[in-house]
């Protein structure tokens, strides 16, 4: 999958360009739901009592687990541009 696409602004999707990580969770949490992104990216914090508010501090604290959520977000938003089938 090419990796140039661009956001409405402008802006390289993967560049994540002042997106917020909030902004990232809860744009997944809208399109897979904690039990969808439990399934993709195996992580606790979307399985044992999840919330936005738990999983920022969880993701803010461990930099692999935050770097999984920006990739899941890049694709996803990536697919979503070039009209392709989301992750």
């Not at 739901?33 to 992580?43: A, N, Q, V, Y």
Request: proline share 5%; aromatic share 8%; with cysteine.
């Amino acid at each position: 999958m090419p990796t140039d696409a661009r956001d409405e602004s402008g802006h390289l999707i993967r560049e994540l360009h002042g997106v917020k990580l909030a902004d990232i969770l809860n744009y997944l949490v809208a399109h897979y739901g904690f039990g969808g992104l439990d399934e993709r990216l195996r992580l606790n914090c979307f399985s044992v009592n999840p919330s936005v508010k738990s999983s920022l501090t969880f993701l803010r604290r461990t930099p692999w687990a935050r770097a999984k959520v920006e990739d899941l977000y890049v694709r996803l938003r990536t697919a979503e541009v070039l009209g392709q089938r989301r992750p």
